[in-house]
């Protein structure tokens, strides 16, 4: 495998374990995608440093108890210590209220290399659309309780 394509599974990496940290909503995890001088323009407004950043999702994701988070597609462009990325998702969730919505949306990424670390640099997040979703909260397991790692 060439360098140019282990960094782009890295980047995929990176984006699998974003997703992964929204199913599981696990904080800590999704802290450690960021780099510490990150931004991320999320529903029409950038927010600047790691912390912002996660205490914007923290309290997003207080507001829906339910996240189906899935990556539909990436496109990566790597080099040796930065990559820029394209993710396409489709995500359900159950508001607080109940209501259940779907989201479609594009990612569009820059990365770097921190140490043996990809992380994100800058992630902007723009709706392609919004609508009623058909998940209901009473139907939702969550993340297996019995997770091995």
């Given at each position: 495998?060439?360098?140019?394509?282990l960094?782009?599974?890295?980047?995929?990496?990176?984006?699998?374990?974003?997703?992964?940290?929204?199913?599981?909503?696990d904080t800590?995890?999704?802290?450690?995608?960021?780099h510490?001088?990150?931004?991320?323009?999320?529903l029409?407004e950038?927010?600047?440093?790691?912390?912002?950043?996660?205490?914007?999702?923290?309290?997003?994701?207080a507001?829906?108890?339910?996240?189906?988070?899935?990556?539909?597609?990436e496109?990566?462009?790597?080099?040796?210590d930065?990559?820029?990325?394209?993710?396409?998702?489709?995500?359900?969730?159950?508001?607080?209220?109940g209501?259940?919505?779907?989201?479609?949306?594009?990612?569009?990424?820059?990365?770097?290399?921190?140490?043996?670390d990809?992380?994100?640099l800058?992630?902007?997040?723009?709706?392609m659309?919004?609508?009623?979703g058909?998940?209901r909260?009473?139907?939702?397991m969550?993340?297996?309780?019995?997770?091995?790692?």
């Amino acid at each position: 495998m060439t360098q140019t394509s282990l960094e782009t599974l890295a980047v995929s990496q990176l984006n699998a374990r974003y997703c992964d940290a929204v199913m599981r909503r696990d904080t800590g995890a999704w802290r450690k995608l960021w780099h510490r001088d990150s931004r991320w323009y999320f529903l029409g407004e950038w927010l600047e440093g790691q912390d912002a950043i996660v205490a914007r999702w923290e309290a997003a994701m207080a507001g829906f108890p339910v996240v189906y988070h899935q990556i539909n597609s990436e496109i990566i462009n790597a080099s040796k210590d930065e990559a820029s990325s394209r993710v396409y998702i489709d995500e359900e969730i159950v508001t607080a209220d109940g209501d259940a919505l779907r989201f479609i949306g594009v990612y569009n990424d820059k990365c770097v290399r921190e140490g043996s670390d990809w992380l994100y640099l800058s992630r902007r997040f723009d709706l392609m659309y919004q609508g009623p979703g058909a998940l209901r909260q009473a139907g939702w397991m969550g993340y297996p309780a019995s997770d091995t790692d």
